[in-house]
Every structure is written in structure tokens, then in C-alpha cells.
């Protein structure tokens, strides 16, 4: 497969990550009050709750970049991560939760929450563009914010129809999508990922946007420029064609 095309591949298959993790963040960002309501909970047992989830996403996710770092190994740490937060979560559809109440239920969003590392997963996407197409992390990323604004709105609808159950369940179903997909179909960093471009003085003075020069076979030069827009996840013209 030619480097322009296993880029391309990449690249989708990226924005299908982040698309998994917006419609799975949808099913329970914005309706874990309404959780924590039926389960009889006080508006002070919810505002502990939901305060305790930020403040212990804050002190934790630095370590796990310093981990991920520390290992070298950003796509394990995120499958780590992953796996952990999501059994956690899925802990607060058991029956014994919802007979203990307040304390249970802290317990296990403090525990989901130290495992929440989206910052891993965004620095094996970096890794992938290069510092040379940040621009790409955009591109990528908005897919995140699509999926999770339209999700929002069809969770309401299947919360109200048809009860808070389906919450979890295709909570379970888009997480274990997402974890399939970064462990067996997303590569490592991308041996095709784009390389930096070489300095003024490494090419011998020549233009900025130069890359090459061909012999044309008649012996005449042609510089081949290449443009400043250029977009390395583009697939490359069948030249045949």
C-alpha cells in the first residue's frame, strides 16, 4: 500500500476513534444527574458527585501523560486507561450499587474518573500528524464535538423512552467499539507519518518551497514545487489514471 494511502487510512480510521468517543461520552456526560436522581440522591450528594469527578480528573490525568511518556507506549497507556474507566462506569448499572447509594456510588466515580486520560490518546494522535501538520489534530478532533452534540440529543430521546438502562448498555457497546479499534486496527506511530521538512541550509539554498529537482529525460530541470497547503493525508493520484 502506497504511503499516501496507509496515511489516508490512518487518518480515518482517527476520526472514527474520536467519533466513538464522543457518541460514548454522550450516553452518560449529560445524564449522569439524572442517574444519580433516580437513584434518590440529595442536590448535595449530586453536587459532592459531580464536583468529585473534575477535581480528581484534574490531579490524575497529568500522571498518566507522565506514564504514557515514561513508557513509551501512548496507545497501551490509552487502552489501559480505557478499559479501566469504562468497567468502573459500568459498575453503577449493578443492582448493590443502587442498595448502597451515596458512598458506593462516590467511590466508584472517583475510581472512574482517575482513570479518564483523554490527553493520552491525543498525544498518540500528535505523534501520528507530526509537528509539521498540527493542523490535522483539528480536522480530527471535530468529529469528537459532532458526535457528541448529536449523541446528546438522541440519548434524551432513548432515556425517556425507553428508561436509563440503555444508557449503560450503549455505553458498554460504543466503549468496546473504541477499544477494539485502538487495539487491533489503529497502527503505532505511522511509519508513512510525514516527515519534517528540511531547513533552507540542509537543501543547499534553495527555495523554501522547492522539494526536488527531476531530470526530465531531455535534460532539462523541472523544480517540482510543493505548495504550502499541501495535505499529506490526500491520497496520492493513481498515476496511471
Known sequence: MACATRRHVCYVLLCALYALNGLG???????????????GMTELEIGIVSASIPVVRFCFSPLWGLVADYCRNKKGVSLLTRCASTVFLLLLALPWIRRVGFYAVLAVCIAMSA????????AHTLDFLGPENVRGFGRIRVWLAITWGLGSFVMGEITDRYGFEWNFILFGVLQAGA???TAFIIPGPCCCSPRPRRSTA??????????????????????????DDWDPYAVAPDPSA
Do not use: K, Q
Open 179 to 181: 477499544v477494539v479499534l
Open 115 to 122: 482513570f479518564v486520560a483523554p490527553g493520552v490518546i491525543n
Open 25 to 39: 461520552g454522550a450516553t452518560w456526560g449529560r445524564f449522569g444527574a439524572i442517574y444519580y436522581n433516580i437513584l
Open 202 to 227: 540542509e537543501r543547499g539554498g534553495s527555495d523554501s518551497r522547492c522539494a526536488f529537482a527531476t531530470n526530465t529525460g531531455g535534460g532539462e530541470e523541472a523544480a517540482v514545487r510543493v505548495s
